[in-house]
T-cell receptor, first 113, second 112 residues
């Protein structure tokens, strides 16, 4: 089954404790992206990757890091989480470089205390 | 840069009634337009998209949308709402590679 998986689905942590949210896709897509979803703001892009070893900032990259060592995986790293990073996070992949149909993971709900 | 405005953060309809979710966009070039649906506790999934050609686009689950360039609109409609249509709907616009912008979303409630 073609899918994007994320782990964990739910996470409660404390300020300053490093965490990683994993994302994996099995569709051989070159393009992958991370979004955060906040009420009334829709989805905002954090980082994206056009291909392996190629990543770039989206609209709200502050406080986040990513890496793309393999085509299928695109982890999101919060080195020192803060409460304003409490949000719902989605990973997505796309066959068409980010302007075709995007396939989304199920989401990770993060709470930073 | 392109942007999307969804009119109405919440829409409530009765089962069997017409669903109309409004989306207006701004774009300096012919855009690609999308509607995504998000069911509770799930990621977004594509309902339909407009790229070029026919301006009336049909999607899954009986939804359709019409691209109206003169009105810069891409409203989503469904003739008869079902309880299972209750979800959040997002309109999105893209002008180029990795340049997709999402609206703030419209939550649809369907009353029995």
């Amino acid at each position: 089954e073609a899918q994007v998986t994320q782990n964990p689905r739910y996470l409660i942590t404390v300020t300053g404790k490093k965490l990683t949210v994993t994302c994996s896709q099995n569709m051989n897509h070159e393009y992958m992206s991370w979004y955060r979803q906040d009420p009334g703001l829709g989805l905002r892009q954090i980082y994206y990757s056009m291909n392996v070893e190629v990543t770039d900032k989206g609209d709200v990259p502050e406080g986040y890091k990513v890496s793309r060592k393999e085509k299928r995986n695109f982890p999101l790293i919060l080195e020192s989480p803060s409460p304003n990073q409490t949000s719902l996070y989605f990973c997505a992949s796309d066959l068409a470089g980010g302007w075709g149909e995007q396939f989304f993971g199920p989401g990770t709900r993060l709470t930073v205390l | 840069a392109q942007s999307v405005t969804q009119l109405g953060s919440h829409v409530s309809v009765s089962e069997g009634a017409l669903v109309l979710l409004r989306c207006n966009y701004s774009s300096s070039v012919p855009p690609y337009l999308f509607w995504y649906v998000q069911y509770p506790n799930q990621g977004l999934q594509l309902l339909l998209k407009y790229t070029t050609g026919a301006t009336l686009v049909k999607g899954i689950n009986g939804f359709e949308a019409e691209f109206k360039k003169s009105e810069t609109s891409f409203h989503l409609t469904k003739p008869s709402a079902h309880m299972s249509d209750a979800a959040e709907y997002f309109c999105a616009v893209s002008e180029s590679s990795n340049d997709m912008r999402f609206g703030a979303g419209t939550r649809l409630t369907v009353k029995p």
